[in-house]
């Protein structure tokens, strides 16, 4: 019998007889996106801040009514591991990744879409690790396509994933792997261990200047890369943006974004909605602008506990975003001040941040001036909080509404519709492989 270390010394041996035969393409001819995904028209708009597909329990005491339990149905065979849809080179053995690859510890998410589990690749090759490392702990996020299917969100699920495959960035969480059974959509990602921005700041109460000034502008230097790129993400706000253990903020959750060029616009109906900028609520269209709308709103939550604009009832909450002028609090500084009125510009053609080089003129706000942007983006500027966590495999910082709940994959029913998810299977880079 072959032991696991000859089989993974034949394995790397043949590929690096492998490597001469490789061929790169040339940048002119290179498509990041092959298969681009439609236009993205189904409305979604998030009328409930506990809504995160990886989000804490809501500020009030949670029950069971409040919490997406999803159905218990008959397996119907989930367990198998579709083929890879994307071809890969013939000189090289492509990984079959899988629900089986990964063991589930615990729950630490869950929404209308299905469960977000940590998990521990227990597959040995580890030269298909997917580049990730934390001693194989990812996040495993789970989608049931009869849910995406039926709420006509198969669009939404498409780009979150093609987005993910292109988006690289200190300050974003990496996506490791995709795959798909009959019943279910996979995301691998990776596991950030110090929780939501959400969850410290609802412990903290508000954030010191300081303290907030390092998270916008590691969320700015994020959300400019994606702009950068085409991507606007449309659904900013603490439940979307987790803490590492080093006290870094990490953007998450594309379930929302789309690609939209520096011409374009969107006239989708979507994001949260105490964070959704006036246009949006218009329905005159939107663009990469929108986003600093919600950054705006995120500092100001971050400086003072709560969003500017809030009420019980969703059609004044509406009326006060789109009509009513900020009150800012006369405890922050006029520097703080100065940067929230230019985000919170309820026009977005006079929005700091607006423009094709926008987002230079927010990073040289004089509220950023201790910023230095070329250590922030190298992760050299060291938070003075850091999250307390035991290990890479942590759950101490996720609401335990959460994480008391079984760690289980429910089974699912296999749509009877034809395939909405052709082309969904990606393996990241993996480092080993990589020219540079």
Known sequence: MVSTVEKKKNLHSLMAANLSKLTIPSSSSYDPNPNPSPSITSPHVIHSRSHSFVGPSPRFAPSSNL??????????????????????????????????????????????????????????????????????????????????????????????????????????????????????????LDFINGGHLFFHLYRQGIFSEDQARLYTAEIVSAVSHLHKNGIVHRDLKPENILMDAHGHVMLTDFGLSKEIDEAGRSNSMCGTTEYMAPEILLGKGHNKDADWWSVGILLYEMLTGKAPFTHTNRKKLQEKIIKEKVKLPPLLTSEAHS???????????????????????????????????????????????????????????????????????????????????QGYTYVAPNPWLSSS
């Open 67 to 188: 919490l997406f339990f999803l159905d218990e149905d008959d397996d119907d065979g989930d367990d198998q591991t579709l083929l890879p849809e994307v071809p890969s080179h013939k000189d090289i053995i492509a990984p079959k990744i899988g629900p089986s690859d990964f063991e589930i510890l615990r729950l630490v998410g869950q929404g209308a879409f299905g469960k977000v589990f940590l998990v521990r690749k227990n597959r040995d090759d580890d030269c298909f690790d997917g580049g990730g490392g934390g001693d194989g702990v990812f996040a495993m996020k789970v989608m049931r396509k009869d849910t995406i299917i039926k709420k006509n969100h198969v669009d939404y699920m498409k780009a979150e994933r093609d987005i993910l495959t292109k988006v690289v960035h200190p300050f974003i969480v990496q996506l490791r792997y995709s795959f798909q059974t009959k019943s279910k959509l996979y995301l691998i």
């Open 339 to 421: 940067l929230l009125k230019g985000l919170l510009q309820k026009d977005p053609s006079t929005r700091l941040g607006s423009g094709p080089n926008g987002n230079d003129q927010i990073k040289r706000h004089k509220w950023f001036r201790a910023i230095n942007w070329t250590k922030l983006e190298a992760r050299e500027l060291e938070p003075k909080f850091k999250p307390d966590v035991s290990g890479k495999d942590c759950t101490a910082n996720f609401d335990q509404c959460w994480t008391a709940l079984p760690a289980d994959d429910s089974p699912a029913p296999t749509p009877k519709a034809g395939d909405h998810f």
